[in-house]
Structure formats: C-alpha cells, structure tokens
T-cell receptor
Framework: AAGVIQSPRHLIKEKRETATLKCYPIPRHDTVYWYQQGPGQDPQFLISFYEKMQSDKGSIPDRFSAQQFSDYHSELNMSSLELGDSALYFC????????????FGPGTRLTVL | GNSVTQMEGPVTLSEEAFLTINCTYTATGYPSLFWYVQYPGEGLQLLLKATKADDKGSNKGFEATYRKETTSFHLEKGSVQVSDSAVYFCALSDGQGGSEKLVFGKGTKLTVNP
C-alpha cells in the first residue's frame, strides 16, 4: 500500500539559511499535518491543511510557512534557520472524518550547524 | 488544554514478560485515543486506536481499552518479544474546531532482552 513520502530524508543547513521540506500524502487523503520532534522529545504539532486550506496552527514559528498544493502535496518552508530547529520533521496524512487516524511519513532529519 | 501523561521509562523486560505502559489523558469532549510506535531511526506507526468509551483497540498482540471513568488508555501485551523494542507514544485527537491534530505523551522507551 502507498505510504506518505517525505523528501529529503536528511538535510544539513547552516544557521540563517533556508530549507524546504516536501510531503506527498497517501493518495485520496485530503488532510496533511506537520509535526516537529526534537531529540528525545514527543512530536509537536505545527500546522495542518484540509483541501489545500490551512485548517489548524500549532506552535509554528513565524519563520516557518507551509502550504498545500493542488495535487495535495505539501511543503514546509523554514527561513533564518536556528540551531534549535534541528529536529525530525514528520508529515502525516489522513482522510477527514476517519476519527483522526493519521499515517506518518518516515520524517526528514534536519541538522542546523 | 488537552494533554497526555505516560509512565516514565525506560522500561526493560525479558522476552515473554508481561508489558503494561500506563497512559492517562485530559481532554474536553470525547477524544479518540491512539498508541503509536517508533522503531529506531524510523517514523511513527499506528499501533492501535479506540474512538469511544469501552472500545478496545488491538493489534500484533497489543491491547488497550478506552476507560472514560479513569481517563486512561493503558497499553498491554501478554508476552513481549525482542522485536517489540521501540518507543511507544500514547496520543489523543479531540476533533475540536474541526482539527484532528494529535497531542502526544512524552513516549516510553521499551527494551526487551533475549
């Protein structure tokens, strides 16, 4: 079965650089979520999109932005990167109305040097 | 706000031992409850879920029952295997405001020794 695809899997950036993370949801899923997981931490919700519109926003820094495109893939754009942005970034997708069951991608490991 | 509290780890067991990982929650309304598992270097995999009181979720020998009266969703397995070594996250989704974002507990690291 098709799963959530994230790219790249690993990314190394310098401070103050920008990064773009991509997410391709499971086909026919209409909702995408982004989470950030720091080392040894639980995942924290950043932002979500339903049918290409932002549906909820969590603890996402103003330096980050995201969008969902017409083909339902989503991109998380991160600017002015800081050391503290080093984390695993997960994308998850779901079919709305399915009791919140989200399927996660393998994650993008971002390292900021 | 909504929150999930898990028993602190790490938990170390011998193969074939009984496993319990406690999870309690605080939420407005009637959330859906989940257990996700994260193997080393991998993403989160849905292990099981329950969407209403007294529902029992089960998968791969793991079980958890949605207890509204005690606001709990404890994970159990009768006989663990080395391959069960992973980090286990309890999570809830309350669907408030049309959002089904997940709120996670801190995670419990399980190590199973041969």
């Amino acid at each position: 079965a098709a799963g959530v695809i994230q790219s790249p899997r690993h990314l190394i950036k310098e401070k103050r650089e920008t990064a773009t993370l991509k997410c391709y949801p499971i086909p026919r899923h209409d909702t995408v979520y982004w989470y950030q997981q720091g080392p040894g931490q639980d995942p924290q919700f950043l932002i979500s999109f339903y049918e290409k519109m932002q549906s909820d926003k969590g603890s996402i820094p103003d330096r980050f932005s995201a969008q969902q495109f017409s083909d339902y893939h989503s991109e998380l754009n991160m600017s002015s990167l800081e050391l503290g942005d080093s984390a695993l970034y997960f994308c998850a997708s779901s079919l709305s109305g399915r009791a919140g069951t989200q399927y996660f991608g393998p994650g993008t490991r971002l390292t900021v040097l | 706000g909504n929150s999930v509290t898990q028993m602190e780890g790490p938990v170390t067991l011998s193969e074939e031992a009984f496993l319990t990982i406690n999870c309690t929650y605080t939420a407005t309304g009637y959330p859906s409850l989940f257990w996700y598992v994260q193997y080393p270097g991998e993403g989160l995999q849905l292990l099981l879920k329950a969407t209403k009181a007294d529902d029992k979720g089960s998968n791969k020998g793991f079980e958890a029952t949605y207890r509204k009266e005690t606001t709990s969703f404890h994970l159990e397995k009768g006989s663990v295997q080395v391959s069960d070594s992973a980090v286990y996250f309890c999570a809830l989704s309350d669907g408030q405001g049309g959002s089904e974002k997940l709120v996670f507990g801190k995670g419990t690291k399980l190590t199973v020794n041969p």
